[in-house]
């Protein structure tokens, strides 16, 4: 089976959520047999030099890069707004010289599979049809229009609430135009599926669950400090952002006057000079910036926070952590998806008062920690494993095709 994987940024390093899903699933791809193929977008904000991608990482794909802009901006948003029904997020990986390179590729080379990640390169599909007769799967990493939309709920400044319900709007449009073009849908979450569904969207969609590398995970632990807290992800992404600020301003002030002895530790890559300013502000909290081992950084420490208020899919830092044995606390937003227990292997808080009471119990009893973070680490091994999710892909494939 020969699988073409259309990237819309280059799946390195595997320091986020989307490239280590992207990498881990064409990883496992290629350990069961499955001939991958890459065609990747190299974008401004994303940018990455060649030379310092891995040779192993380009030999098995066989990857090729495509320099792409695709740089947000503000002017660009507003022109895309006023111009265009397209929505900005999708436009702008709408490009002259990928469509080239795919154009090249597919009048060159045979696939079996077309895996898209991502409804944003869904635009590509009526050019896929034109030169190829390979069977196309989007893998819906989220389901795009929902995250603006909850963007646009939480906003509290009126233009900004009415700019994110529009482009949530557009989003929504295009994904129910582009989804039914598909052959297969990959679900992050059986929730997603059955949302694409209400949606009026009849193309067959099967859950394929984000998933954890069981065989990278390091071998010990780092001794960690109890308590403490740490928040990892990226600090470009709004929804982290939005969260991050409602935790330290509705959360964390009685979170310390509970136990003011509490740190809270956050690192994050691609954070604004006004969001470091606002981090290292912020009494009790070390910023870390960007760490090298995010596995390393994750064993250093003990509770994790997840205060998600928009999003969709799953969560990979939540996998990640839960499979170190971390005890998490999250929003239900947060984890979406997750076959879990509330209480037993995840601690679930709606509300500012629910993470305030949920952090101040468990900081204060390292025993229930520890349990928590052991049945975390059971959930994960026996339902998360990437090897056995891609093996049951690749059947839905065989029968594709």
């Known amino acids: 089976m020969r699988i073409l994987q259309l990237i819309n940024k280059v799946p390195h390093p595997p320091k986020d959520g989307g490239t280590i899903a992207i990498r881990s699933l064409s990883d496992n791809f290629i350990k069961h047999g499955v001939d991958v193929k890459m065609l990747a977008m190299n974008t401004r904000k994303h940018f990455i030099r060649r030379e310092d991608i891995p040779d192993g990482l380009l030999r098995k794909t066989a990857m090729e890069i495509v320099e792409v802009d695709a740089y947000p901006t503000p002017f660009g ?91 949530s709007n557009r989003v929504k449009r295009f994904e129910q135009h582009y989804f039914p073009l598909a052959d297969l849908i990959l679900a992050i979450t059986q929730r997603d599926a059955k949302h694409l569904k209400s949606l009026n969207i009849d193309t067959p969609a099967v859950v394929v669950p984000a998933g954890i590398d069981i065989d990278k995970l390091p071998a010990g632990k780092t001794a960690a400090e109890f308590p ?135 900081a204060g009893d390292k025993g229930r920690c520890m349990k928590i973070g052991e049945k975390a680490k059971k959930l994960i091994l026996e339902k998360y494993d990437n090897f056995a999710i891609v093996k049951r892909l690749i059947t839905q494939y065989e029968k594709l095709i």
């Open 77 to 167: 948003a507003l022109a895309n707004f006023l111009f265009s029904r397209t929505p900005y997020t999708a436009s702008r990986f709408m490009d002259s010289a990928y469509e080239k390179a795919l154009t090249r590729l597919l009048q060159n080379e045979t696939f079996d599979i077309v895996q898209l990640e991502g409804v944003y390169m869904a635009a590509y599909i009526p050019l896929i049809r034109q030169y190829s007769k390979a069977k196309i799967a989007i893998r819906a990493h989220n389901i795009e229009y929902e995250i603006w939309k909850r963007i646009a709920e939480n906003a509290t400044n009126f233009w900004k609430r009415y700019y994110f319900r529009s482009l």
């Open 228 to 362: 403490d807290l740490f928040h990892l992800g990226a600090l470009d992404w709004e929804p982290n952002l939005e969260g991050l600020r409602w935790f330290l301003k509705d959360i964390w002030p009685d979170i310390m006057l509970r136990t003011p002895d509490l740190r809270l530790h956050i690192a994050g890559r691609n954070a604004s000079a006004r969001t470091e300013k606002f981090l290292r502000q912020q009494p009790n909290v070390v910023y870390h910036g960007e760490v090298k081992d995010a596995y390393q950084f994750m064993n250093e420490h003990t509770i994790m926070i997840v205060p998600l208020l928009s999003g969709g899919g799953m969560r990979i830092k939540i996998l990640e952590g839960m499979a170190l044995g971390k005890a998490i606390v999250s929003t239900p937003v947060g984890a979406e998806g997750m076959d879990y227990s509330g209480g037993e292997e995840i601690l679930i808080a709606a509300t500012a008062n629910d993470f305030v009471r949920q952090i101040t119990a468990i």
